[in-house]
């Protein structure tokens, strides 16, 4: 997996998701989302009003063509690591420019994650943009480890598990089977290894084998776990925009910004925020459909 993977995964990525995912790199940013913040914090919904806010900037592109999307998302994410725009005007500019982007999302990942530093330690024969998009995945696992969940999340968990796990072709299933010690793979059977061996353990065992297949399910099952609804994006993006929030939201930060004119200490925060997020969208677009031939032409040709 390289450069040329993310530039044609890019140009077959689905018109929302795209649209949403440009959104919340370009449009988002914190004071935005306060409002939305304290309404979470104040409702009784499952309902997640931060993710609606992105939603509805997104709609602003609705009429905007894809392709321009598609370039606005490369520049956007070369200019959030400091690469100079380049003009896309073959199939080679393009990789090139994706490929700039991929060492400096991976170089910034190791600067400011100690546990990614971990994690690429233990890759062998990998790519940067596989260990980038792997990390995004275990990271998820990672969220719920040590998360309780009651009977109704656990059976929840095992009859979503059941439909991915039984949709994936013959070979895989008997691979995971295998490798989680059962005849049958069922719900039931699931969760009974989920209270044994610990979600984190069954997870690894099935993104091994079904690899980026399991990403959307996964993201539906944190979710779900923590009780939230309307997450359309992965469990990681709520939780690093309400993070960021969180910190300005804190009296103890917004008083002195305002006493001292916080505006380039919000643009800082924004973009901390930002890098956070780039890595999951890389994920998204990562897991575009593959078997979508990539149309070059009309992307050259926006």
Same mark, same amino acid.
């Given at each position: 997996?390289? +450069? ?10 689905? !018109?929302? !998701?795209? #649209? ?11 004071? =935005?989302? *306060? ?9 009784? !919904?499952?309902? +997640?009003?931060? @993710? ?20 606005? %998302? ?8 400091? &690469? ?6 073959? =199939? ?8 700039? &982007?991929?060492?400096? %999302? ?5 600067? /400011? ?28 696992? /990672?969220?719920?480890?040590?998360? =309780?969940?009651?009977?109704?999340? %656990?059976?929840? @968990? ?8 039984? /949709? ?5 299933? #008997? ?13 039931? +059977? ?20 079904? $690899? ?5 399910? *996964?993201? +539906? ?6 009780? *939230?609804?309307?997450?359309? *994006? ?27 004119? $916080? ?8 973009? =901390?925020?930002?890098?956070? &997020?780039?890595? &999951? ?22």
């Amino acid at each position: 997996m390289n +450069s040329i993977d993310m530039a044609e995964s890019l140009l077959v990525m689905e !018109s929302n !998701s795209l #649209k949403f995912n440009y959104a919340l790199l370009h449009d988002s940013n914190i004071m =935005k989302m *306060l409002i939305p913040f304290a309404k979470e914090k104040i409702s009784s !919904s499952n309902n +997640s009003e931060i @993710m609606e806010m992105v939603k509805k900037e997104s709609f602003k592109y609705r009429y905007t063509p894809d392709n321009h999307i598609r370039r606005n %998302m490369i520049k956007e994410l070369a200019e959030l690591y400091g &690469i100079p725009n380049r003009k896309l005007g073959t =199939k080679q500019d393009t990789v090139e420019q994706c490929d700039r &982007i991929i060492n400096a %999302m991976y170089e910034q990942m190791k600067k /400011d994650n100690k546990k990614f530093i971990s994690f690429s330690t233990n890759q062998e024969q990998t790519t940067k943009l596989e260990e980038i998009t792997k990390f995004q995945m275990f990271s998820l696992i /990672d969220s719920i480890s040590d998360r =309780k969940m009651t009977a109704t999340q %656990m059976k929840e @968990m095992g009859d979503s598990l059941e439909d991915f796990l039984t /949709d994936l072709p013959e070979n895989q299933q #008997k691979q995971i089977a295998e490798k989680l010690g059962v005849t049958e793979i069922t719900s039931n +059977s699931v969760q009974k290894l989920i209270a044994t061996n610990g979600t984190a353990a069954v997870f690894a065992i099935i993104v091994q084998v079904a $690899g980026f297949a399991f990403y959307t399910t *996964l993201t +539906s099952v944190v979710a779900g776990i923590f009780g *939230l609804v309307g997450i359309t *994006l992965p469990f990681a993006v709520y939780v690093t925009l309400t993070s960021a929030v969180a910190v300005i939201a804190n009296p103890l930060f917004m008083v002195p910004a305002l006493i001292l004119g $916080g505006g380039g200490l919000l643009r800082w925060q924004n973009k =901390k925020m930002k890098k956070a &997020i780039a890595p &999951i969208i890389m994920m998204q677009i990562m897991v575009s459909d593959q078997n979508i031939v990539p149309e070059w032409e009309t992307f050259l040709d926006e």
